[in-house]
C-alpha cells in the first residue's frame, strides 16, 4: 500500500503481486466520499478458483478510513486480471462506470467467445462516460479521457493534479502498453499518449500495472513530465508511423497475458461471473486457435 498525503488530490494506491496490478483509492477529504479505481478479484488460473482477498483489503481499507465509497471506476476491459467491481457492487451497493466504448469491446468478445447471454449494450455497467464526462466525489470534480489503442475503451479519468491512465503508459523503463489485442492500434495509443502528454508538467500519473523490471522497488505513480523525458519507448519514436512500427515489432514477440481468456469473459461482465448452470457451477469458455 502507498499512501499520498501532499495537499493536493488524495490518492492510495494497493498492489497485487500476482498480476502486478494497481488499484487506486481517490478521496474528497472534506466529504468522505472516494472512488475505486480498476479494482481487482483474485482467481487462481490453475485450479480455476476466485478469491475476494484483494478487493476486501480496499473495503476494509475504506472502513478503516471512515470513507463512503460512491464510484467503482474502470479504465478498461482488463485482460490481465478479473475485475472486483460487481463483488463490490454487491457488498456496497457502489455504481460502476466505464468508458462508453466498451460496448465495441463487448460486441468483440462475445464473437470470439460466441456468448450469447452477454448484452453488448453496456447494461452491465452502471454508467458509461462519454469522452469528456465529469464525474463527480462529493465535492472533488474529475473528468473522463478517452485514451484507445491498447482497446478501443480505454479512458483516463483525471481529478485535479491526478490522472490515472490505465494501460496506456506504464513505468518510464517500461514504456507502453501493446496494441495487438483485438481492436488495439499502435497510431490510436500514440495520440491517446499525446493526449496524456498534453496534461501539466507536474500532473500524477497512476498506473495500472507496475511489473517492476530488475526487481526495483514498486512505482504507482510518475508525472508527465517525466514519461516525456524518460519513457523508454516514447524517447525512441519521434511520430506515430515509428511508434506503431516499434509496437507491432514488440508485439510479435509477446505472448498472450495468463489471464486473458477468463478475465475478458468476466470482465465485460463487469466483474460478474457467468450465470452459473444447472448443477450450480460457473463455466468460462476456452477458444481454440482463435486468439
Given at each position: 500500500?502507498?499512501?499520498?498525503t501532499?495537499?493536493?488530490t488524495?490518492?492510495?494506491?494497493?498492489?497485487?503481486?500476482?498480476?502486478?496490478?494497481?488499484?487506486?483509492?481517490?478521496?474528497?477529504?472534506?466529504?468522505?466520499?472516494?472512488?475505486l479505481?480498476?479494482?481487482?478479484l483474485?482467481?487462481?488460473?490453475?485450479?480455476?478458483?476466485?478469491?475476494?482477498?484483494s478487493?476486501d483489503?480496499?473495503?476494509?481499507?475504506?472502513?478503516?478510513?471512515?470513507?463512503?465509497?460512491?464510484?467503482?471506476?474502470?479504465?478498461?476491459v482488463?485482460?490481465?486480471h478479473?475485475?472486483?467491481?460487481?463483488?463490490?457492487?454487491?457488498?456496497t451497493?457502489?455504481?460502476?462506470?466505464?468508458?462508453?466504448?466498451?460496448?465495441?469491446?463487448?460486441?468483440?468478445?462475445?464473437?470470439?467467445?460466441?456468448?450469447?447471454?452477454v448484452?453488448?449494450d453496456?447494461?452491465?455497467?452502471?454508467?458509461l462516460?462519454?469522452?469528456?464526462?465529469?464525474?463527480?466525489?462529493?465535492?472533488?470534480?474529475?473528468y473522463?479521457?478517452?485514451?484507445?489503442?491498447?482497446?478501443?475503451?480505454?479512458?483516463?479519468?483525471?481529478?485535479?493534479?491526478?490522472?490515472?491512465?490505465g494501460?496506456?503508459l506504464?513505468?518510464?523503463?517500461?514504456?507502453?502498453?501493446?496494441c495487438?489485442?483485438?481492436?488495439?492500434?499502435g497510431?490510436?495509443?500514440?495520440?491517446?499518449?499525446?493526449r496524456?502528454?498534453?496534461?501539466?508538467d507536474?500532473?500524477?500519473?497512476?498506473?495500472c500495472?507496475?511489473?517492476q523490471?530488475g526487481?526495483?522497488?514498486?512505482?504507482?505513480?510518475?508525472?508527465?513530465?517525466?514519461?516525456?523525458?524518460?519513457?523508454v519507448?516514447?524517447t525512441?519514436?519521434?511520430?506515430?508511423?515509428?511508434?506503431?512500427?516499434?509496437?507491432?515489432?514488440?508485439?510479435a514477440?509477446l505472448s498472450?497475458?495468463?489471464?486473458?481468456?477468463?478475465s475478458?469473459?468476466?470482465?465485460i461482465?463487469?466483474?460478474?461471473?457467468?450465470a452459473?448452470?444447472?448443477?450450480?457451477?460457473?463455466?468460462?469458455?476456452?477458444?481454440?486457435?482463435?486468439?
Amino acid at each position: 500500500m502507498d499512501t499520498h498525503t501532499d495537499t493536493r488530490t488524495d490518492v492510495e494506491s494497493f498492489f497485487d503481486p500476482d498480476t502486478f496490478t494497481l488499484t487506486h483509492l481517490v478521496t474528497d477529504p472534506a466529504s468522505g466520499k472516494c472512488a475505486l479505481i480498476d479494482p481487482v478479484l483474485d482467481f487462481d488460473p490453475k485450479s480455476g478458483r476466485t478469491s475476494t482477498k484483494s478487493a476486501d483489503h480496499a473495503l476494509a481499507r475504506i472502513q478503516e478510513r471512515g470513507l463512503d465509497l460512491v464510484w467503482v471506476l474502470e479504465t478498461h476491459v482488463h485482460a490481465d486480471h478479473l475485475s472486483g467491481g460487481d463483488y463490490i457492487r454487491d457488498k456496497t451497493s457502489v455504481k460502476i462506470a466505464i468508458g462508453a466504448n466498451v460496448c465495441t469491446v463487448q460486441k468483440t468478445f462475445t464473437d470470439i467467445f460466441n456468448i450469447h447471454d452477454v448484452k453488448t449494450d453496456g447494461s452491465q455497467f452502471d454508467r458509461l462516460l462519454d469522452d469528456g464526462a465529469e464525474i463527480t466525489v462529493g465535492g472533488l470534480k474529475g473528468y473522463v479521457m478517452f485514451t484507445p489503442g491498447h482497446t478501443p475503451a480505454c479512458a483516463t479519468y483525471v481529478f485535479g493534479d491526478a490522472a490515472f491512465i490505465g494501460d496506456t503508459l506504464f513505468a518510464p523503463d517500461y514504456g507502453s502498453a501493446r496494441c495487438d489485442f483485438p481492436g488495439g492500434d499502435g497510431e490510436t495509443l500514440y495520440q491517446s499518449m499525446q493526449r496524456i502528454l498534453a496534461l501539466p508538467d507536474t500532473t500524477r500519473l497512476f498506473l495500472c500495472h507496475d511489473y517492476q523490471p530488475g526487481g526495483r522497488p514498486l512505482v504507482t505513480h510518475t508525472t508527465v513530465a517525466d514519461q516525456r523525458e524518460k519513457n523508454v519507448h516514447l524517447t525512441a519514436c519521434t511520430d506515430a508511423k515509428a511508434y506503431a512500427k516499434m509496437r507491432a515489432d514488440k508485439d510479435a514477440t509477446l505472448s498472450m497475458p495468463v489471464l486473458i481468456l477468463p478475465s475478458v469473459q468476466v470482465n465485460i461482465r463487469a466483474g460478474r461471473l457467468p450465470a452459473p448452470e444447472d448443477n450450480g457451477t460457473s463455466y468460462l469458455k476456452l477458444p481454440l486457435n482463435r486468439l
